[in-house]
């Protein structure tokens, strides 16, 4: 009798001890590990990236982008098929105070960017969760974020939550990259830098539904869809590469 | 012994509290949206790996081909004999004993994952099945090897020019006159439906059936991809080129499905005994053909 109370208190405990570490694991918001961190002065870059020696312009890319991605023919971009996207960064710009960026603002923004990141590019690379063999991890950075302005209630729909301070992105550029996840080996990079123009600020918890906040939806949205085309750029099949692909293809079900 | 059964109920409950379930959990409600209950349709009972490679009319040849890879521990599956659409069962007991025959099947499908919950099945003689697409596509003689060669080599290069195809991808097709078959299996949601895309919009290709199954990346899985590709580019490196290869790895639950081509026997060879050396590989079907290089012209 009482072995069997042992067991089932054992099993109770367990039952409870699990719970917590799923809530605490699986269930908390993984955007509370991202921090603010600050562009050092003088620099074009934020440092997110240790090396920006290697990137170039990339023609298949509008804008100002510049892009590095192996060559390495048994460790590059078609080596790889699965993805684990990081937590968002924020950097903000050399002039703004850091102490002023809202927690709040800064997790809507940076939420709304790594869904935006794992829609653009999940049917490509199956998002995981866990390092493995093949599977590369995508870390990203929104840099020059600067503060905005206070939020009154009345700029946003009754049904909508202010931010106490809106976050101004008009400045911002992302700068991003992919590396082996299980050794860190850097496989592509990219660095985007678009001024969006006075205006364009996150000031509401769920701004991605507000027209007054659609600067900042649209901008996040194309950066993302801008990874994609860059990792559908390097995928397509060209030159001896295309043909090798063409000769080597044969059909079973003949 | 109870204590650790209480620990691993703990790990199973934290299991499912974690991410990557909640987010299998969030696919397959979205999966359920597409199930479909439909009344029983005559099938034929195949292996897995012949259903996805040798899709044509149930010759001498496949139904050898569905016999010996069952035993070898391909899983059974039920081609439905009306469309050719192949479907994973739930109760892989109620057929694996007809592999290599027909019966009348019944239960809840979703097309699209290509599964079916089996409520019912009945074993039938292929001369019991009635008149009708089923026996139309029974017969070797609807299927058009001849007079349609152009379509064939249209499907045959815009398969091959897809862009995220891997390695670990393998996606073949059958054509049934001017229909396409398509099968195999891939890493990338993408790619499944990108064949699709691409075949339908080939002047004259009438109906597209999608048999392209979508392996679950598994962690061992992915171990044994990475595994399996090191090794064969070590011991055949003339068959890898920077961005491809002749030969496709396909692995799905620990087991390899070697496939394409290879110039000599000695290569088919070493590449089972490489890959069966592997840790954590349960069986390698080695389906590579050996096509030895044409002669080169003297004149």
């Known amino acids: 009798m009482n072995r069997s109370r042992y067991f089932w208190k054992a099993l109770a405990g367990s039952l409870c001890l699990a719970f917590a570490m799923a809530i605490a694991t699986g269930c908390s918001p993984a955007e509370t590990k991202a921090s603010v961190k600050k562009i050092p002065a003088n620099q074009e870059f934020s440092g997110f990236l240790k090396d920006y020696a290697s990137l170039k312009p990339n023609p298949n890319l509008d804008g100002n982008a510049l ?43 940076t939420n709304y960017f790594q869904h935006a990141l794992v829609d653009a590019v999940s049917d490509a690379f199956p998002v995981v969760n866990e390092p493995s063999p093949l599977t590369l991890r995508l870390r990203t950075a929104i840099v020059g974020v600067d503060v905005g302005g206070q939020v009154a209630a009345g700029d946003v729909p009754a049904d909508a939550k202010p931010l106490h301070q809106a976050l101004n992105i008009g400045k911002v550029g992302v700068e ?36 007054k906040f659609a600067a900042a939806r649209e901008a996040f949205d194309e950066w993302a869809s801008r990874v994609r085309t860059f990792l559908d750029s390097e995928h397509e099949l060209k030159g001896e590469d295309a043909v090798k692909a063409d000769q080597s293809y044969r059909p079973y079900g003949e | 012994m109870k204590r650790i059964l209480s620990i691993l109920c703990g790990l199973l409950i934290l299991y499912s509290y974690s991410p990557s379930s909640l987010a299998i959990q969030d696919k397959d409600k979205d999966k359920d949206k597409e199930k479909e209950v439909t009344p029983s349709f005559p099938a034929y009972v195949d292996s897995d790996l012949c259903a996805r490679l040798m899709l044509g009319p149930i010759t001498t040849q496949r139904v050898d081909c569905s016999v010996k890879t069952y035993k070898d521990g391909s899983n059974p599956v039920l081609v439905r004999l009306d469309d050719n659409t192949i479907f994973s069962v739930n109760k892989e007991k109620m057929v694996k004993d007809y592999v290599g025959g027909f019966g009348e099947a019944s239960g809840d499908i979703k097309v699209k994952s290509g599964t079916m919950k089996l409520k019912g099945f009945t074993p039938i003689e292929r001369s019991q099945i009635p008149e009708g697409p089923a026996t139309k596509l029974l017969d070797v003689r609807t299927y058009q090897a001849k007079g349609s060669a152009q379509l064939h080599e249209k499907v045959r290069h815009e398969l091959a020019m897809i862009a995220y195809i891997t390695t670990f991808d393998f996606i073949s097709f059958t054509l049934v006159g001017n229909d396409v078959i398509l099968t195999g299996w891939t890493v990338r949601d993408t790619n499944r439906s990108d064949a699709e895309y691409r075949v339908k919009k080939i002047e004259g290709v009438g109906k597209v059936t999608n048999n392209i199954e979508i392996l679950p990346l598994g962690g061992i899985d992915m171990e044994i991809r990475a595994a399996a590709r090191s090794a064969l580019q070590r011991t055949h490196s003339t068959y890898f080129w920077s961005n491809g290869s002749d030969i496709k790895i396909v692995v799905k639950n620990g087991t390899i499905i070697l496939l394409g081509a290879v110039r000599t026997q000695q290569d088919f060879d070493t590449a089972t005994i490489q890959l069966n050396s592997l840790s954590g590989v349960f069986h390698v079907f080695n389906m590579l053909r050996v096509t030895p290089p044409a002669p080169k012209d003297k004149g």
């Open chain 1, 176 to 211: 991003m990259e992919l590396v082996d996840s299980k050794t860190g080996e850097r496989i592509a990079a990219m660095v985007d830098k678009t001024n969006l123009g006075a205006g364009a600020e996150v000031g509401a918890a769920n701004f991605s539904r507000m027209q």
């Open chain 1, 67 to 109: 892009t590095f991605a192996a060559a390495d023919a048994k460790q590059n971009l078609r080596s790889y098929f699965a993805i684990i996207v990081d937590p968002v960064e924020v950097y903000v710009a050399t002039d703004a105070d850091a102490s002023k960026v809202d927690d709040e603002a800064r997790i809507a923004l």
